[in-house]
């Protein structure tokens, strides 16, 4: 089982920058990817940002040139940097995991990101 917890949402105007933080918790050895995936009301939940266990990264074109995935594979330990923030990128942010080999998914109680005009 693996647990995952969020950290790091919250207000800011636009333009300002917040990085969300997120962790793996359990039997983490056989993560093969993590992500970030947002909400917004009234949308379905989109990817927004990919870390292969082969260090490989992805981001959607929505945000490409102002977010950045990074983290610490070992440890199952993923940032997103968001920067420039616009308010369509208001949303519960969720961390995901995923086990390719088990074809498992484990999702994070996810972490609200407010951006105001």
């Known amino acids: 089982q693996v647990r995952l917890l969020e950290s790091g949402g919250g207000l800011v105007q636009a333009g300002g920058s917040l990085r969300l933080s997120c962790v793996a918790s359990g039997s983490i050895s056989s993560i093969s990817s993590m992500h970030w995936f947002r909400q917004a009301p009234g949308n379905q939940r989109e990817l927004v940002a990919t870390?292969?266990?082969?260090?490989?990264?992805g981001l959607a074109d929505s945000v490409k040139g102002r977010f950045t995935i990074s983290g610490d594979n070992a440890k199952k330990l993923v940032y997103l940097q968001m920067n420039s923030l616009k308010p369509e990128d208001t949303a519960v942010y969720y961390c995901n995991a995923r086990e390719e080999f088990f074809a498992r998914t484990y999702w994070g109680q996810g972490t609200q990101v407010t951006v105001s005009s």
């Open positions: 870390m292969t266990s082969g260090g490989s990264t």
